[in-house]
């Protein structure tokens, strides 16, 4: 008899044991009643039923998704390896559970397809350049998408392009001729103005001829403090006219 209800009270506790779950701040609870939605309960100390109730467990804290590397074309055929990372959480426990089967398996597909999809509209260019713009489209498409499934996707960074070695050298060249060119129009763009400024230096000479011998004799001075050995003797224009008989 003694036996009897020594296992009559260990099948209490065990049922009283299963039926005492604890959820964390960060978690909660969805609660089935005969396999029907009850409600969404948590955090602290919960009683569920055995056999007639079950609880799934969900966290609410902020996710870190690796987006593993995907094959993408870009618009200019252009084939490269892009990874991303995704942020996301889920803000409603009841449709995380009901409404898809393994939510955070369905995201990564999700994250991978639409990584794959945005990129393929876009350029190489606009991929290495503008990343917070992709970044933006692509979170705002996932979270779209996942709100059905209680998901909120708060941010998508894209960590790397790679590309093969040949494409790197093209790049490479590409950026060269790139400088190249910036230097001659720079340097065209120095000449136009060099010219610009040497006639209008010539106009103020010419409206005082006296303009001329001041700079001969600047001329001279600057050649005399370098310590060359060629001597320059400014003649007036005047005296040289006088010589060819020029009036």
């Given at each position: 008899m003694l036996?009897?209800?020594?296992t009559v009270a260990l099948v209490v506790i065990a049922i009283l044991g299963s039926a005492i779950r604890i959820l964390r701040e960060y978690e909660r609870g969805v609660v089935f009643?005969?396999?029907?939605?009850?409600?969404?309960?948590?955090?602290?100390?919960?009683?569920?039923?055995?056999?007639?109730?079950?609880?799934?467990?969900?966290?609410?804290?902020?996710?870190?998704m690796d987006v593993p590397s995907q094959d993408v074309i870009?618009?200019?055929?252009?084939?490269?390896?892009?990874?991303?990372?995704?942020?996301?959480r889920v803000v409603d426990p009841q449709k995380?559970?009901?409404?898809?089967?393994?939510?955070?398996?369905?995201?990564?597909?999700?994250?991978?397809?639409?990584?794959r999809s945005v990129l393929g509209q876009h350029d190489l260019d606009e991929m290495l350049s503008e990343r917070d713009k992709l970044n933006r489209?692509?979170?705002?498409?996932?979270?779209?998408?996942?709100?059905?499934?209680?998901?909120?996707?708060?941010n998508v960074e894209i960590k790397h392009v790679d590309l093969n070695d040949s494409m790197i050298r093209a790049i490479a060249r590409q950026a060269e001729a790139e400088r190249q060119r910036r230097a001659k129009v720079i340097h065209a763009e120095g000449e136009m103005q060099a010219a610009a400024k040497?006639?209008?230096a010539a106009k103020l000479l010419a409206a005082d001829p006296r303009a001329i011998q001041l700079r001969y004799l600047q001329t001279l001075t600057e050649i005399a403090g370098e310590k060359s050995s060629t001597i320059v003797f400014p003649l007036p224009i005047e005296i040289m006219k006088g010589i060819v008989g020029e009036k």
């Open positions: 036996s009897f209800w020594m009643t005969l396999g029907r939605f009850w409600k969404v309960k948590g955090p602290g100390l919960i009683i569920v039923i055995p056999i007639v109730q079950s609880m799934e467990r969900i966290d609410l804290r902020t996710l870190v870009s618009r200019d055929n252009v084939s490269v390896k892009v990874n991303a990372v995704l942020y996301f995380a559970i009901i409404n898809v089967e393994r939510y955070l398996e369905a995201t990564s597909q999700l994250a991978q397809t639409t990584l489209d692509i979170q705002s498409i996932l979270d779209a998408q996942t709100d059905a499934w209680g998901i909120k996707v708060a040497l006639v209008e």
